[in-house]
């Protein structure tokens, strides 16, 4: 299968939206931080990453990365601003100043439910709108369909 960063952007925002309204805050997070990375990085290609057009996956290795990883400083949402920096429309794109993701890593799909509760799902909730306003407005602008 081919990867799809925008059709998955919507997907998981949803799906987490649902989980949220259950709460279901375990997997309501998780799917947040994935929305947000699969946002930025159909944002990052209309700014200028490469993909591979066999598979759709980006071509440059630091850009296979999840929205935070392990605190690293190379992860989905430094790499966005990288991108956008060097696109003539980087002022109407830019994210909050403060990185929402911070305290969430891929590997806590694997953590009790009970490390979990609203406050931490709706702070990754807030960051996952924010790359989906930016989502949105590209669609509007035609930078992608």
């Not at 930025?40 to 296979?64: E, H, I, Y």
């Not at 003539?88 to 305290?103: E, G, I, K």
């Amino acid at each position: 299968m081919n990867t799809d960063f925008l059709d998955a952007h919507f997907r998981h925002l949803e799906d987490a939206g649902r989980l949220f309204g259950s709460s279901r805050w375990a997997n309501a997070d998780h799917l947040y931080g994935l929305a947000a990375e699969c946002g930025l990085k159909r944002l990052m290609m209309a700014f200028g990453m490469s993909v591979d057009p066999s598979t759709g996956t980006p071509s440059n290795s630091q850009d296979r990365v999840h929205v935070m990883e392990n605190k690293k400083s190379n992860n989905t949402w430094d790499r966005y601003d990288a991108y956008r920096m060097g696109h003539y429309l980087a002022s109407r794109y830019a994210l909050p100043a403060t990185n929402p993701f911070t305290d969430w890593d891929i590997s806590q799909r694997y953590a009790h439910q009970s490390h979990f509760d609203q406050t931490r799902a709706h702070s990754h909730r807030q960051g996952a709108i924010a790359v989906h306003t930016l989502v949105k407005k590209a669609m509007q602008e035609g930078l992608f369909g």
